[in-house]
């Protein structure tokens, strides 16, 4: 009866059809992830304030390096996962992967900005100073803008589909920054130390202070992935429901 | 014929073989400009005048701080010498230390050179990657592996599972 009101709802109930499948199939996974995320950072932070020792020369402040290192880790790894769906979205103009990309990059945001912040509480009792513009430092400051102008970016268009292609754009540019801000510290003098875990030999940590840090480097990532997870469903379903009602006045639209 | 995504991914694929050569390019121009503090063998090289301020980093070599006697009102200056291992330059500085600041310590110090002296208006501690519970650098201290003011700790492989209450068990006096 009204061909173009049903061509457009079909149109954006196939275009929705993955994301459906991606809201059942998290449905199930989402109280298991919350619930892991929880018990393992609960574990972890046990660990790290009360039952790992303290460092030889750095004291009870190496106790920061439980939140600081696993946000520097997030801040990187989610960096590359933005990276990796910005390809899924230019190549394969997957919409779901536009979506994950713009509830990603505040989150991504977030745990650079908690980077920066606990580094800064740590590098001024142990180094002596809040900052420096050394080449890690200014790197993971350089990322931070990036989260923050892909999170911009993406909002800036009216046609959503416009602002994903530009955030995507954005972001693999960005992915440059990526092994600059993981090796700045072995390519130039810095005054961060290089890495204590990655390294080729043995990690220069013992096992006391790194099983904790681990643990916690696990909790951060649950938790991250399932705020982003749970950011994403609620975007799909907001989505959903803006569908449905766009549908429900064309169609009352139509019969009027 | 191409797909329109086969050709898509050519032109990602070209730009980030552009844009990385691109970068790359740039930090090997810029490789110069990009260091944070100059080793005494490049100041010793370069020889920098006392109207340039620039960072000095090194080891603070083992035996080499000396504090001045106190003034009332005035802080002490402390002196010490920084090394690479090839070259060691004196420094004079007035001010507060970090608290990780010790004999072998990395430091990253800024200031100029003055009569053979670097008088620095800063002082950072640079640490390093080994971290180690207490009880584990008392023990390798005490087994002679390990002289902190000598500088780094030997490879982690060697002590980085080590239980501390099982070598030399007695005597953990954690001194």
């Not at chain 1, 754009?169 to 510290?185: E, H, T």
């Not at chain 2, 507060?96 to 208006?121: K, N």
Request: glycine share 8%; aromatic share 8%.
């Amino acid at each position: 009866m009204n061909p173009p009101a049903t061509a457009g709802g079909a149109r954006s109930l196939h275009r929705f059809a993955n994301p459906g499948r991606f809201l059942r199939m998290t449905d199930a996974l989402m109280p298991w992830l919350w619930a892991s995320a929880i018990l393992v950072t609960g574990i972890g932070a046990a660990w790290a304030l009360f039952f790992s020792p303290p460092d030889w020369q750095q004291g009870e402040t190496v106790r920061i390096m439980h939140v600081h290192v696993p946000m520097a880790w997030l801040a990187m790894g989610g960096y590359t996962g933005l990276g990796v769906l910005s390809i899924m979205s230019l190549i394969w103009r997957h919409p779901l992967a536009d979506l994950t990309a713009r509830e990603l990059s505040p989150v991504g945001a977030a745990v650079t900005a908690l980077c920066l912040a606990t580094g800064s509480l740590w590098g001024k009792p142990m180094w002596g100073t809040w900052w420096v513009w050394d080449a890690r430092l200014t790197s993971v400051l350089v990322l931070f803008f990036l989260w923050l102008g892909h999170a911009a970016l993406v909002r800036a268009f009216d046609d959503m589909e416009r602002g994903a292609r530009a955030g995507a754009i954005l972001a693999l540019v960005g992915l440059v920054n990526v092994p600059i801000v993981k090796f700045s510290v072995d390519w130039w003098n810095t005054l961060h130390q290089p890495a204590s875990v990655t390294r080729i030999d043995a990690p220069g940590m013992h096992v006391d202070l790194l099983y904790p840090l681990l643990v916690n480097a696990l909790g951060f990532t649950l938790l991250f992935a399932a705020v982003v997870l749970a950011r994403t469903r609620s975007a799909v379903m907001e989505r959903r429901v803006r569908a449905l009602q766009t549908a429900r006045a064309r169609r009352a639209e139509g019969t009027a | 014929m191409m797909t329109r995504k086969k050709r898509r991914m050519w032109i990602l694929l070209l730009c980030a073989l552009g844009l990385g050569s691109a970068t790359a390019l740039t930090l090997t121009a810029f490789q110069d400009n990009l260091v944070f503090f100059r080793s005494p063998s490049d100041v010793m090289a370069q020889q920098p005048g006392p109207d340039r301020a620039f960072r000095l980093g090194g080891l603070v070599e083992a035996g080499s701080v000396e504090r001045d006697a106190a003034v009332s009102g005035q802080r002490p200056t402390v002196r010490f010498r920084v090394t690479d291992g090839a070259h060691v330059i004196q420094v004079a500085y007035q001010g507060v230390l970090p608290d990780l600041f010790r004999e072998g310590q990395g430091v990253v110090t800024m200031g100029r050179m003055v009569d053979g002296t670097f008088r620095a208006s800063e002082v950072l501690a640079r640490h390093d990657e080994t971290y180690m519970p207490p009880e584990v650098a008392d023990a390798l201290k005490r087994s002679g592996h390990w002289n902190p003011a000598q500088g780094a700790a030997p490879p982690p492989a060697t002590w980085n599972t080590l239980d501390p209450a099982r070598p030399a068990a007695p005597g953990r006096t954690g001194s």
